[in-house]
């Protein structure tokens, strides 16, 4: 036992433990650069960088690395590149662990859901701060356990180093094993100080873990506020804190279903009617795989006016909503929106993705989307009030105020610092149309905001879109199955089928007398598969 203590605290093996170390680092960190540049072009719209990428991959995958540290040490001389054996091993081990790490950075930001994506081109954001807001924080979050096991693997090969008689723990052991012939104590030894360096490596993987856990409720300060995506003042500044309470109003479970009268409508269509154009479609077209989706539609909504599309699944209904917001590209036709045409400039040639983000925030159309796509890793109240730090340079406090006004409009002041997947779906759905409002868009896209949600849960979401359009007098385009409510609150009703508008106009006279056949075979199958009980 003495003789194996004496071992462990043996400057020769120490001495060991930091080559063993330098190897490891110059490998992790030349291997992370690398794996970011190769993700990077494998993620790329340009295949000629994805295949270069995906070669790289065949090869240092497909050889053993200790065939490539001979390479880099023994080779790359012949073409006036001599490098130290330290130096040789890490820059071999980059290589080599640039492909695995790449896999893992590539799985990490597919593995994001695209609707988040979606959400987030529809609120404005630039490609770059999709990236650092939204994508970088949840793969990271879900890269940790594959780069603290690549990490261990990455210090255990770097024992192949000394191939090129570098000096680290294992060279050294055997070294002092063939000259003492005491193998089993040494060896033993040398196991035993692995096993606490990987075992080291584990200890901070979980801490990681365990300060990026976004379901710890007793955490004053985590490590995500330090991240560079947040960029969140951590400066104490209780006078402006307390600035940031908003008005309190009413619960939205206190505040009875609203619907216009008569009157209203007439009312209401009159001044709409004088109103300038807010979106305009002209002979839209698109397909996919050449299966046509819209048909040469026409379609114009004015300022203040709330149009409901109706139609069967696969009529058109998201396709065009999605147009209008420029989240789908189409094959002819045009789209204005506020008299702009939206990823075009003045010569009609299309805009980057950069610059078709900052023309939505500029432009400001809202959409709320089928499955909510809230942000999964921030709160409700980030949720609403990240967009307009990020894209509209609001300050914190501002943008904080802001959002829990709206989430107290829509009855969630209570939730504001709950995550998504601690919300039902009627409140998440809530929240996407806070989000939607907060930078107070012209107009507001809703493509079956109550699809997903389950019948109970319908008429909160619908409770608050009845207020955006009785109260506020935002101009809207709803894309829904829910005919009472279409008719409560829609000024206009266009029925959708094959790609075309087959029929529009006011709607309780065309859900209550539609003209054309498909449109009342439509609306009497709707009327039939409602539950009695269901609630507009």
Not at 203 to 214: G, R, S
């Amino acid at each position: 036992m003495s003789l194996f203590l004496h071992y462990l605290s043996m400057p020769y093996l120490l001495m060991g433990i930091e080559l063993t170390l330098q190897v490891t680092a110059l490998g992790l960190i030349g291997g992370l650069l690398l794996g970011i540049i190769l993700a990077g072009m494998q993620l790329s719209r340009f295949w000629l960088l994805a295949a270069i990428a995906r070669g790289y991959t065949v090869i240092f995958r497909g050889t053993p690395l200790i065939l490539q540290m001979v390479f880099a040490y023994d080779a790359l001389p012949h073409i006036g590149i001599k490098l130290p054996a330290v130096l040789a091993a890490g820059l071999a081990l980059a290589c080599n662990e640039a492909p695995f790490i790449a896999e893992m950075l590539r799985s990490g930001v597919l593995g994001v859901d695209r609707g988040q994506l979606l959400a987030g081109q529809a609120l404005g954001m630039t490609p770059g701060v999709l990236m650092r807001r939204i994508i970088a924080p949840q793969a990271i979050r879900t890269m940790i356990p594959a780069f603290g096991n690549e990490a261990v693997s990455a210090l255990k090969n770097s024992s192949l180093a000394s191939v090129i008689a570098v000096q680290e723990l294992t060279l050294r052991s055997t070294q002092l094993a063939s000259s003492t012939f005491d193998f089993f104590s040494i060896f033993f030894a040398s196991g035993l100080i692995y096993l606490v360096l990987t075992g080291a490596i584990s200890v901070i993987q979980l801490a990681l873990e365990w300060l990026l856990d976004l379901d710890r409720t007793t955490k004053p300060r985590g490590l995500a506020d330090y991240l560079p995506w947040r960029r969140v003042d951590l400066t104490p500044k209780p006078e402006q804190a307390n600035k940031a309470a908003p008005p309190e109003a009413p619960e939205l479970k206190e505040t009875p279903p609203l619907a216009l009268s008569i009157e209203d409508r007439a009312r209401r269509a009159a001044t709409v009617a004088r109103n300038n154009v807010a979106v305009e479609v002209k002979h839209l077209r698109k397909a996919y795989d050449g299966n046509k989706v819209l048909d040469g539609l026409d379609i114009t909504v004015r300022i203040g006016e709330v149009v409901a599309l109706l139609g069967p699944s696969g009529s058109g209904k998201s396709t065009l909503l999605r147009c209008i917001n420029h989240l789908e590209n189409w094959d002819a036709g045009e789209i204005r929106v506020g008299g702009r045409k939206l990823g075009f400039d003045e010569q009609g040639r299309k805009l980057s993705p950069r610059a078709i983000a900052n023309e939505r925030a500029n432009v400001g159309v809202g959409m709320v989307f089928q499955q909510f796509n809230l942000f999964g890793h921030l709160t409700a109240k980030e949720n609403v009030a990240g967009p307009l730090r990020w894209v509209h340079g609001m300050g914190r406090f501002e943008a904080e105020r802001r959002a829990l006004e709206l989430l107290e409009r829509v009855g969630l002041s209570h939730r504001a610092d709950a995550l998504p997947r601690h919300l039902s779906g009627g409140q998440q759905q809530r929240v996407a149309i806070a989000r939607a409002l907060a930078p107070n868009p012209s107009v507001l896209l809703l493509d079956e905001p109550t699809s997903a949600l389950d019948p109970e849960l319908v008429n909160e979401v619908l409770e608050v879109i009845r207020r955006l359009a009785i109260d506020d007098g935002l101009t809207m385009i709803i894309s829904t199955h829910q005919i009472r409510f279409a008719d409560e609150v829609a000024d206009r009703v266009a029925f959708l089928n094959g790609g075309v508008i087959l029929e529009q106009g006011p709607a309780h006279e065309v859900l209550t007398n539609p003209r054309h056949p498909l449109t009342a075979r439509f609306l009497s199958v709707m009327e039939a598969e409602r539950p009695k009980d269901a609630v507009a």
